[in-house]
Nanobody, 125 residues
Framework: VQLQASGGGLVQPGGSLRLSCAAS????????IGWFRRAPGKEREGILC????????FYADFVKGRFTMSRDNAKNTVYLQMNSLKPEDTAVYYC???????????????????WGQGTLVTVSS
């Protein structure tokens, strides 16, 4: 399984970016799919996680109303749409895949097995 993340870059505060994560070696069915980030000096944290088994979603409080996740099964790709970006959103963003839970969706990095290489998002004027 390989994940290829892309779409990062420099954006001004209040701007938007869409990150992509293309998966190969697996479909996106019956999995946990997560977006994580690691800001400078901080640990990796969950942003948005989705169970493709039952549709359960986890949203970190700091992204509610600003970030959304979607997926294109035909392209085997998941997306992270980020709006109203703030300087504190500056981080390396990662996509990850893990096993589906019977109920709910995991949101800790340790619960995911496969990781993309990360893409840097810088929010600055």
């Amino acid at each position: 399984v390989q994940l290829q993340a892309s779409g990062g870059g420099l954006v001004q505060p209040g701007g938007s970016l869409r990150l992509s994560c293309a998966a190969s070696g697996t479909t996106l069915d019956d999995l946990s799919i997560g977006w994580f980030r690691r800001a400078p000096g901080k640990e990796r944290e969950g942003i948005l996680c989705l169970s493709s088994r039952d549709g359960s979603r986890f949203y970190a409080d700091f992204v509610k109303g600003r970030f959304t996740m979607s997926r294109d099964n035909a392209k085997n790709t998941v997306y992270l749409q980020m709006n109203s970006l703030k300087p504190e959103d500056t981080a390396v963003y990662y996509c990850a895949l893990g096993p589906a839970l019977d109920i709910g969706v995991p949101f800790l990095p340790s619960e995911y097995d496969y990781w993309g290489q990360g893409t840097l998002v810088t929010v600055s004027s």
